[in-house]
């Protein structure tokens, strides 16, 4: 094997860990801010990237331009499902995490029904950005280039905002000690479902990228899901740059897996992975409180 | 044992034979509607032990499901043993498998506990995917020598055993103590619950109720495939059914696999394309208006908590005494 | 006699030539609405879940033929109905709604699921009740190998499908070939047929490997086929796989100069999704619009009619299936499962998918599946000569320049 197909192999690696990265933004957000298991989180990037491809098929309007649209619809269904579902569940924390567990999963279910309902069975995707670029005597996808971009672009704008704005800094003190910043003025509440919110817009803003790259149907949202909740655990609870590590991880190992040995054994590398990591650092990679 | 206690047995016993009894007349459908029915409620005790009592909820069951259908559809092909008796050994089989994985497993808490099941699950579905011996991606052709009837006894013993088990977990000082440590884990370890031992156990009986069921299955399909093996479906189905039955109770599975099968059946025939819609919607509403399932929303209802009665002093419990 | 005696046995007599009557007039009410009750052709077929957009089209196959049967007065003169439910792909409950249809709906006669892995475990409930179930969505071999004498398959077989491609092959001298397919049944029955056929035309397998279901990045197993260098691809693939492997065989630049993506390629739908990217690719098929078997171009376009889509192969197996199975109910002489069971095993007859014909263990020998290739945005028959409507564009065009 010759080192130019290893750097192939190697850079299709980072790519992938790009399109890890793009379907766990929205649910690192949520994981870290609230502890909630979002299990509808890739119900928001599939229906996202199935509008998109829709908006293709019928008006050739490229991805990009439906994102802001489905970010904003996505913001919305969002802040009614926490503020109409999750906040009613009982609070104390022993059920809290089963049911709230449970009833995002019902809302997958629901989601992908309708989205059966409104798109149908058929598999869908968007044939634009389909070609590479050719550097040399590698092959660089030009959607996954363009969301591994994206990737890092939201990644540094999300830390820039949970760092810098006023709204941002009020998510990290609820998510870091709720009393506290309750203490201090903050509405609790109101901060936890704008953060949910912004988690389901990003997600359908990831998804509207990913319409590029994969080809879905409604019943698909469990593989982003998945891939998300493996991000964040290889990653680390709270730390963004933790869920790039735990991506490009995922990515790298993904690629060199299906290379050597073979794409079924590829498909289990996830889970053995992040069941490898959590078991040596329970906190993962670079979580900042124990898990 | 008390008078009481002795007529719910002699009811739970007389209700078995009764279904035992009328399986030959039941028909092919209903039959069918039974079985799988028994087979939901039985994986919901199965699940209700590790995920109710323990509290440690997971995703993964269904792996100890697809060892027990694999180990008997092999077993079987290859050999001359009597279903049954392949049955036992994929029971088996799962118990050996879980006390490792769950020596690995349960060292992880809460939702990094449930997808790492969930990851389980889907290695071991990898695993059976990619090896010659178990077919492949194909799987496995069964000869349909195994009548519907058989499975559905079988079946049957395996639920009522389930229900049996979990009945003595509730009222035992074992079960006291998964109620402890899922409570806090922390604090009933410091006050002296030999924690790990307690789970582990309870993981253990989680995983050998799905492997007994799992042969039954092998033999009812007659083609053991991966996604049939380790299906997501009777993993969510068991999960759905007790959460809303009651997580953690006694009647909850039971309340929850009947009215569930029903509900679904109904859904399904009437509205095929709207189901999973209805479906999701209906788990949402149940968890909105019952979060704690409906056995402990109508006990409270109907008046007062229910007192168990565990022998031993509290120190004896503690330290792990038997019930 | 007494007068009373009388009166009541000429009562009696009266009652029982009435009751005679009555018990004449119901029997012969009850004869006729025999012969007015409808034939009920029971399915369950896959209408969510993994399976549900063949499952869909099956059922549309089905729907269809019942429609145009009924309206050319039906079978034996009797109307027919359909009745079906969803097994959302899951073989459990295809049994049990199976045994529904036999047991509560009392149907006449059974049509087969959607794809092996449902119609292996729901062909036991056929045998179970002595009753033909005809399968026209399962092309693998294994099922009809458990000895069960109630099935009969209605579409080629999967072990046949690269026959043309290979053909085709060995006549342009090729040498090396890739096989590469997702990890499901049909795949594999695809695939199984490569190794022999491989031997026997002088050709290498340099390649072999399935990916699993869902997979989404080929970028790995794309490298391993250009480090393979094939002459020839083979994927036993479905659409998204289709698509997501040939978008990145054209990222990676790697350009066999045959490309066969056996499923997913005779979709229609996969022409306008993979845009020019498609042209060249070569598929296999059970069923082209463009075959010159009767009653085809009927079919294809009461079909577009109906449904706003052209049919694919699954729809108009269904539709000849039980296009077969009429014929078979019509050659017994009525609802007979034992007399129907020999029509099926020993007839012949000409349906859209072609001459249909079993072997004594109910698998397929009478169709054969035909290659096609993707040229200008139209599938194109190229194989076999009987069939052909166009040639074949070889070598697969190169990546640059579409």
Not at chain 3, 213 to 232: E, G, M, R, W, Y
Not at chain 3, 276 to 290: E, H, N, P, Q, Y
């Amino acid at each position: 094997m010759s080192a130019a197909t290893f750097a192939q192999i190697t850079l299709d690696g980072l790519l992938l860990g790009g399109v890890y990265a793009l379907s766990a933004l929205g649910f690192t957000m949520i994981f870290g801010v609230m502890r909630v298991v979002n299990l509808a989180h890739g119900s928001f990037v599939v229906l996202s990237a199935l509008l998109a491809a829709w908006t293709y098929e019928r008006y050739h309007l490229s991805p990009l331009l439906v994102l802001p649209a489905a970010f904003a619809l996505a913001y919305a269904l969002g802040a009614a499902i926490h503020r109409f579902l999750l906040r009613r569940l009982p609070a104390e924390v022993a059920s809290q995490e089963a049911t709230s567990l449970t009833l995002t999963f019902g809302l997958s279910y629901f989601l992908a029904g309708a989205g059966l309902a409104v798109f149908g069975g058929t598999f869908r995707a968007v044939p634009y950005l389909t070609g590479a670029f050719n550097v040399g005597p590698f092959a660089i996808g030009q959607a996954r280039l363009l969301a591994f971009g994206a990737a890092a672009l939201l990644t540094g704008a999300l830390a820039l905002f949970l760092r810098a704005t006023p709204a941002g800094r009020a998510i990290r003190a609820t998510s870091q000690h709720a009393e506290g910043a309750q203490a201090c003025g903050i509405d609790v509440d109101a901060v936890r479902t704008s953060a949910f919110a912004l988690g389901s817009g990003i997600a359908a803003a990831s998804g509207c990228l990913l319409s590029l790259i994969y080809t879905l149907n409604p019943e698909m949202g469990d593989v982003f899901t998945l891939n998300a909740f493996a991000v964040v655990a290889i990653g680390g609870l709270g730390s963004y740059a933790g869920a790039l590590a735990g991506a490009a991880i995922l990515g790298l190992a993904g690629s060199y897996v299906a290379y050597f040995a073979n794409a079924q054994i590829a498909e289990a590398a996830p889970y053995v992975i992040f069941i490898l990591v959590l078991l040596v650092l329970p906190a993962g990679l670079m979580g900042k409180r124990a898990a | 044992m008390s008078a009481r206690l002795g007529l719910a047995v002699a009811l739970f016993v007389c209700v078995v034979a009764l279904l035992a009894a009328a399986g030959p007349f039941l028909g092919g459908y209903w039959l069918a509607v039974v079985y799988q029915t028994l087979l939901a409620i039985g994986l919901a005790y199965g699940w209700n032990v590790i995920s109710g009592y323990a509290g440690y909820f997971s995703f993964g069951q269904i792996t100890f499901f697809g060892i027990g259908a694999y180990t008997t559809a092999l077993l079987t092909s290859h050999t001359s043993l009597d279903w049954r008796l392949a049955a036992l050994a994929g029971g088996a089989l799962a118990v050996a498998v879980a006390a490792p994985a769950g020596a690995i497993m349960l060292r992880l808490r809460g939702p990094f506990f449930s997808l790492g099941m969930l990851g389980l699950a889907q290695t071991l579905r990898v695993v059976a995917a990619s090896s010659g011996i178990t077919g492949g991606g194909t799987g496995l052709y069964l000869s349909a020598t195994v009548t519907p009837l058989a499975v559905y006894e079988w079946t049957l013993a395996v639920a009522a055993l389930a229900f049996a088990v979990t009945a003595a977990i509730d009222r035992s000082a074992f079960g006291l103590r998964l109620c402890a440590l899922r409570e806090d884990e922390q604090v009933a370890g410091t006050l002296g619950v030999a924690v790990t031992a307690a789970k582990v156990r309870a993981f253990l009986i989680s995983a050998a109720i799905p492997g007994l069921l799992g042969g039954g299955y092998a033999m009812y399909l007659t083609l053991v495939d991966p996604p049939s093996a380790f299906s997501t479906r009777l993993e969510l189905q068991a999960i759905v059914m007790t959460v809303f039955g009651g997580i953690g109770t006694l009647w909850g599975p039971l309340v929850g696999g009947v009215v569930m099968s029903q509900i679904s059946e109904q859904l399904w025939a009437r509205f095929p394309q709207a189901y999973l819609m209805i479906f999701g919607g209906l788990l949402v509403a149940f968890l909105i208006i019952v979060p704690r399932g409906v056995v402990p929303a109508l006990a409270s209802r109907l008046g007062g908590p229910r007192r168990t009665r565990v022998n031993g002093t509290p120190a004896a419990v503690a330290a792990g005494g038997e019930p | 006699m007494s007068s009373i005696r009388r009166n009541l046995r000429r009562a009696g007599a009266l009652v029982a030539a009435a009751a005679f009557a009555a018990g004449c007039a119901l029997g012969a009410a009850a004869v006729r609405a025999a012969d007015q009750k409808p034939i009920v052709i029971g399915a369950a077929v896959s209408l969510s879940g993994a399976y549900a957009d063949g499952g869909k089209y099956t059922l549309q196959g089905y729907e269809l033929w019942v429609k145009q049967q009924n309206a050319h007065g039906g079978l034996l003169g009797r109307k027919l109905e359909l009745k079906t439910y969803d097994d959302q792909s899951d073989a459990s409950v295809g049994i049990r709604l199976y045994e529904k249809l036999v047991n509560e709906d009392h149907v006449d006669l059974l049509a087969g699921p959607y794809g092996s892995a449902l119609t292996a475990p729901t062909s036991n409930v056929a045998a179970r009740y002595k009753m033909v179930m005809f399968c026209p969505e399962d092309a693998a071999p294994a099922t009809f190998d458990r000895g069960n004498r109630f099935i009969f398959q209605g579409l080629p077989q999967a072990v046949h499908y690269v026959d043309g491609v290979m053909a085709m092959a060995k006549g342009h001298g090729l040498k090396t070939v890739a096989l590469v397919g997702e990890d499901t049944p049909f795949p594999h029955a695809i695939g199984s047929a490569v190794p022999e056929l491989a031997k026997t035309d002088g050709m290498t397998v340099v390649l072999t490997e399935y990916y699993p279901h869902n997979t989404s990045d080929f970028s790995a197993l794309v490298q391993k086929i250009k480090a393979a260098n094939p002459d020839v691809l083979l994927a036993a693939s479905f659409v998204p796989d289709s698509i997501a492997l040939l978008r990145q065989l054209k990222q990676a630049d790697v350009a066999p100069k045959m490309v066969y993506e056996a499923i997913g390629g005779s979709d229609p739908a996969f022409g306008p999704a993979a845009g020019k990217d498609a042209d060249g690719v070569l598929s296999s098929t059970a069923w082209s619009a463009d075959l010159k078997t009767p009653g085809n171009a009927e079919f294809v376009k009461s079909f577009t009619a109906e449904y706003g889509r052209a049919p694919d192969y699954h729809s108009a197996s269904s539709y000849a299936g039980l296009t077969v199975l009429a014929d078979a109910v019509k050659r017994a002489g009525g609802i007979d499962q034992d007399k129907i069971r020999e029509q099926l095993a020993s007839m012949k007859i000409e349906t859209l998918l072609g001459q249909y014909s079993v072997d004594p263990t109910g698998k397929q020998v009478g169709y054969q599946a035909y290659a096609q290739q993707w040229q200008g945005g139209r599938q194109v028959i190229v194989y076999p000569d009987a069939h052909a409507q166009g040639k074949l564009r070889f070598p697969f065009a190169g990546w640059r320049g579409r």
